[in-house]
Nanobody, 115 residues
Framework: QVRLVESGGDLVQSGGSLRLSCDAS????????WGWYRQTPGKQRELVAT???????VHADSVKGRFTISRDNAKNTAYLQMNSLKPEDTGVYYC?????????WGQGTQVTVSS
């Protein structure tokens, strides 16, 4: 079992920056891929970025060049650095951890970008 807790969400002005953190506890050694997803009212949850154990990353086209996913294996933490935020980035951001058998989710953290 893996437990994920997100933090760092806030209200920020357009053009601003935030860094989200996802702290994992439990059987963290089994995690091979971390991911960040977001959801806005009326829309499906969408992929923002993923990172593997080997450091390979994928970023959604909508955030490329602005967001960066990273991980600190020693701290069992994943991060999402978000720069040049836009109002359309507003939503609840969820952390995801995959161990190849199960997928775990955090409770989400709210990001609101004002225009």
């Amino acid at each position: 079992q893996v437990r994920l807790v997100e933090s760092g969400g806030d209200l920020v002005q357009s053009g601003g920056s935030l860094r989200l953190s996802c702290d994992a506890s439990g059987r963290t050694g089994s995690i091979n891929t971390w991911g960040w997803y977001r959801q806005t009212p009326g829309k499906q949850r969408e992929l923002v970025a993923t990172i593997t154990n080997g450091g390979n990353t994928v970023h959604a086209d909508s955030v490329k060049g602005r967001f960066t996913i990273s991980r600190d294996n020693a701290k069992n933490t994943a991060y999402l650095q978000m720069n040049s935020l836009k109002p359309e980035d507003t939503g609840v951001y969820y952390c995801n951890a995959n161990n190849g058998i199960n997928v775990y989710w955090g409770q989400g953290t709210q990001v609101t970008v004002s225009s």
